[in-house]
């Protein structure tokens, strides 16, 4: 097998169901091959490893191969700067996988950012339309995908062509990410998701991040339902609306994306994405208790088990003065749905720019704190098993964690996806 810049240029071959669907299917374009051999063995992995049976296995990387490896674009050796920068990953790439872990179940899910062939150029300079285009298409063959929500809030936070040339003309080539999309692979099938970056429509219409998001979220019929959780949300991040002169992020605490389910209204979420530049205990239970607005038992038992995992991964305090969403020291999403008194926190905690085998080690007693025993014994095991985990630093990106009454610890990990063969997860 043959590497170039690392990337892999080797024939699909072997008896993997990725290789083995490579072979098959085949490839439009070497772009698409590049991509393939270079990402699915890791998807394929993930999957084996969460336990999915190999009809499951073959299922979800051939939805991969068909709907989502298209809209990747030129591939990009790792090292190499990409033709467009994507929100995903510091390297610029728009693909991310992650495990959700939940009591003995553990879920894949897919993340990435759809792109045009005229991304970056005079016609769609901050790739605002392929992620519309993904989302009809998939619409067409998969029943459960909705896109009431997604065309109200595409309508609401999108910006003109004229405002996006204006705009891309000003920031810099990472920074102009404008839609994501995610699918998570259930055993009962796909749950697809939109996210909406808004501080470029914020900042030409001159007006605070928070202050439009709310205004696009109250628009929606469907948000008298969440009327209290939305009030108390708002109440918490008053400080967020305050005027920024120049049009950055200026706030220590900063909303910078909404994502929504692609379902039907009834049975879908918004989430209002937080970050944050003190990354302290004392800010987190700020954060996960609202600054005391949320008080209910299961806010508080989450907040316990929070507390144990903090020092478990020996976060200490830190503090930045910039707000890079690449780098951010914390972050937080808040979770609304139709019929619920309150909104959800969840815990977002890099990882990355940590010696990955250092991670690996406090990840494994955060699984036998939790008593996850059959996840703690084999994670560092089949962990990248080709890599040496002590040479690097960018491969387990993000931990975050959240607490439901009824369902317990919601633990999700997320990884650097691009860029080599893996034997292992």
Same mark, same amino acid.
């Given at each position: ?10 024939? @699909? ?9 490579? &072979? ?18 890791? %998807? ?20 991969? *191969? #068909? ?25 610029? *790439?728009?693909?991310?996988?992650? %495990?959700?872990?939940?009591? !003995? ?29 993904? &989302? ?7 029943? @459960? ?28 080539? &990472? ?10 692979? /259930? ?27 709310? #205004? $696009? ?5 469907? +948000? #008298? ?24 992020? #200026? ?10 389910? @692609? ?8 989430? &209002? ?5 003190? $990354?302290?205990?004392?800010?987190? /239970? =700020? ?74 080690? /406090? ?21 990248? $098993?080709?890599?040496?985990?002590? =040479? ?7 931990? +975050? ?11 999700? %990990?997320?990884?650097? !996806? ?8």
């Amino acid at each position: 097998m043959a590497k170039i810049n690392d990337t892999v240029v080797a024939p @699909c071959t072997g008896n993997q169901p990725s290789q083995l669907l490579g &072979l098959a299917l085949g490839f439009a374009n070497f772009d698409q091959e590049l991509w393939w051999l270079n990402t699915a063995p890791l %998807l394929g992995n993930l999957l084996s490893q969460a336990n999915y049976d190999i009809h499951k296995q073959y299922q979800y990387l051939a939805f991969y *191969h #068909k709907h989502i490896l298209p809209m990747l674009g030129p591939y990009t050796a790792p090292g190499l700067e990409p033709r467009w920068m994507g929100y995903f990953n510091s390297d610029g *790439h728009p693909f991310e996988t992650s %495990l959700n872990f939940q009591d !003995s179940k553990i879920t894949v899910r897919l993340a990435f950012e759809p792109l045009s062939p005229l991304a970056g150029t005079d016609r769609d300079p901050l790739n605002q339309f392929m992620a519309r285009e993904f &989302l009809g298409q998939l619409a067409r063959s998969q029943p @459960c995908v909705d896109l009431q929500w997604f065309n109200h809030f595409d309508s609401e936070l999108g910006l003109s062509l004229e405002q996006a040339r204006l705009i891309a003309s000003k920031v810099p080539k &990472l920074g102009k990410t404008q839609r994501g999309v995610g699918i998570d692979l /259930r055993d009962h099938g796909i749950v697809p998701k939109a996210y909406f970056y808004p501080e470029h429509k914020a900042r030409m219409m001159g007006v605070p991040i928070a202050g439009l998001v709310f #205004k $696009a979220i109250r628009k929606l019929e469907e +948000s #008298k339902s969440f009327t209290l959780a939305l009030d108390t949300l708002e109440k918490f991040l008053a400080p967020c609306f305050k005027t920024r002169a120049d049009g950055y992020y #200026k706030n220590p605490t900063e909303v910078f994306a909404v994502s929504i389910d @692609c379902l039907v209204p009834s049975k879908s979420r918004i989430k &209002l994405y937080v970050g944050e530049t003190q $990354a302290t205990l004392a800010r987190v /239970r =700020e954060l996960w208790t609202l600054g005391g607005l949320l008080a209910d038992q299961a806010t508080l038992t989450g907040l316990s088990l929070i507390e144990a995992i903090w020092d478990i991964l020996d976060m200490g305090d830190s503090k930045t003065q910039q707000m890079d969403f690449n780098y951010l020291p914390l972050g937080f999403y808040y979770e609304l749905q139709q019929g619920t008194e309150y909104p959800k926190p969840q815990l977002y905690i890099p990882l990355h720019e940590k010696n990955d085998d250092t991670i690996a080690n /406090r990840l494994t007693k955060v699984f036998e704190y939790l008593k996850w025993n059959d996840i703690a014994v084999r994670y560092k095991e089949q962990l990248m $098993a080709n890599l040496n985990l002590k =040479e690097t630093t960018s491969i387990q990106r993000w931990v +975050s964690f959240s607490y439901l009454e009824n369902k317990g610890v919601y633990m999700s %990990l997320y990884f650097q !996806s691009v860029g080599g063969f893996t034997e292992n997860m």
